[in-house]
C-alpha cells in the first residue's frame, strides 16, 4: 500500500508542477523578441508531461512545446545525461521514455 501512495504522491506533484507551467505559460511572460521566457525547470516539466502522456517522439514533442527545436534538443539531452529519461531506438525514430528508479523518479537539483 505505501508503494501504491507513494506513486500517487509523485503523480500527484507531477499534476501539481504541470498546473504551475501552464499557469505560467498563461501570464505570456515576454521577452524583448516577443517570445515567452521559461525557465529550465519549465521546460523539463512541459516536455517530461509530454513524454509520460505519450507523446514521446522528438517529431511529436515539436508540435507541443512552446519553445525553438533547439531548446527542445537541448532539454532531451540533458534530461538523458541526468537519467531522467532515456530512449529506445525503432528504425529511424527515438522514442523517449520517463527512467524510474526503484519506483521514485530520478531528479536532480542541478538542472531542475
Known amino acids: 500500500m505505501r508503494y501504491v501512495q507513494s506513486i500517487e504522491e509523485q503523480l500527484s506533484n507531477l499534476d501539481n508542477l504541470i498546473n504551475n507551467i501552464f ?35 522528438s517529431s511529436e514533442l515539436r508540435k507541443y512545446v512552446p519553445f525553438s527545436v533547439r531548446e527542445l534538443y537541448e532539454v532531451l539531452n540533458e534530461l538523458e545525461k541526468l537519467s531522467i529519461i532515456g530512449q529506445i531506438k525503432e528504425g529511424r525514430k527515438k522514442k523517449y521514455y520517463v527512467i524510474e528508479d526503484d519506483s521514485e523518479f530520478v531528479q536532480s537539483e542541478d538542472y531542475l
Open 23 to 57: 499557469d505560467i505559460l498563461k501570464m505570456k511572460r515576454e521577452t524583448k523578441k516577443g517570445r515567452i521566457e521559461l525557465s529550465n525547470m519549465d521546460k523539463c516539466g512541459i516536455v517530461l508531461n509530454l513524454i509520460q502522456k505519450g507523446i514521446n517522439t
